[in-house]
């Protein structure tokens, strides 16, 4: 687990931290959700890291999972987005099965696109080249259009001065903000945020979180793990808290953390003096 570093997210200021996007919320669990995460069990050998998970993600919503280390956060992202496979239950995009053997990655890698803690890009490709290679290989973008919308991504997250840097000559937040814009490239339906700012220097964490919540504001469907407690509770719309492979509650962010239902969720946000 990062160490927790405290961001304050009110002093960030702009519009993007307005909630607009709160409003426009859907009911949780509405009949046709966007994600379904369906009863799912993963064993690791004799271990069960997630245990009968069940999880319904609305067109629009942003739902942080929250635990301690250990619990099972990286592991659930990773099963929705076909890395690890799972022993019982479903994972449905949009009535589509994307658990299972007959499941195409490569498909639902482009709907559901992971930006991990530690930034993967190419370190011999410029910023324009790593974020472009997807759509122009995968989805046969043409080149023209893909450098027209990574300047304006780039443009939007910070970056219209490193479009030709290389990865070596980022730092830390600017090549997260770069493997955001690579994600935001493929158009995916939802997008999966794993500690992306936990191996940044505190500096760095607040223009990162920014982008996340820009996004949020423009409807952007996420499943976001984050250590960072007012971002959390600023971003979502829904928070999930699990412990040893299993939801222990879910709730509001206000009511989660300003009331915790369980003594574990009570003892988690102590930690954090939250
Ligand atoms: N490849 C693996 N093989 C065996 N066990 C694994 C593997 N990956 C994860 N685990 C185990 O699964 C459990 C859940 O791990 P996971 O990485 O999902 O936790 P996490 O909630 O993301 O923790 P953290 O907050 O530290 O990132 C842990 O007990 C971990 O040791
Ligand atoms: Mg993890």
């Known amino acids: 687990m990062g160490e927790f570093i405290k961001t304050n997210i009110n002093e960030i200021g702009g519009e993007v931290l307005t909630e607009e996007h709160k409003e426009t919320t859907i009911i949780p669990g509405m009949a046709n959700p966007l994600l379904k995460i369906d009863h799912i ?58 658990s299972g053997d007959k499941t195409k990655w490569s498909d639902v890698r482009q709907k559901v696109g992971m930006v991990f803690q530690s930034y993967d890009l190419f370190p011999h490709k410029n910023v324009l080249g790593n974020v472009t290679m997807g759509p122009i290989k995968v989805q046969g973008v043409s080149k023209a259009d893909a450098i027209k919308e990574a300047t304006a991504l780039l443009e939007r997250v910070g970056l219209p001065d490193k479009i030709y840097a290389y990865p070596r000559q980022l730092s830390g937040g600017q090549k997260q903000r770069v493997a955001i814009v690579r994600a935001l490239m493929m158009h995916p339906e939802v997008l999966l945020l794993d500690e992306i700012t936990a191996a940044l220097d505190p500096e760095m964490v607040r223009e990162v979180l920014d982008v996340v919540l820009e996004l949020a504001n423009d409807g952007m469907t996420m499943l976001i793990v984050t250590h ?47």
Not at 79 to 95: F, K, P, R, S, Y
Not at 235 to 253: A, L, Q
Request: glycine share 8%; with cysteine; proline share 4%.
């Open 41 to 98: 069990r993963k064993n690791f050998g004799d271990l069960t890291v997630l245990d009968d998970i069940t999880v319904n993600v609305n067109v629009g919503e942003v739902v942080v999972f929250l635990g301690p280390s250990g619990c099972g956060k990286t592991t659930l992202l990773r099963c929705i987005n076909g890395l690890e496979t799972i022993q019982a239950g479903q994972i449905v995009l949009h009535d589509e099965v994307i």
């Open 228 to 274: 960072e407690m007012e971002f959390a509770q600023k971003v979502s719309n829904r928070v999930v808290f699990m412990d040893k492979g299993n939801i222990i509650e879910t709730g509001s962010p206000d009511d989660f953390f300003t009331n915790p239902s369980t003594p574990r969720a009570r003892q988690f946000l102590d930690m954090f003096h939250y």
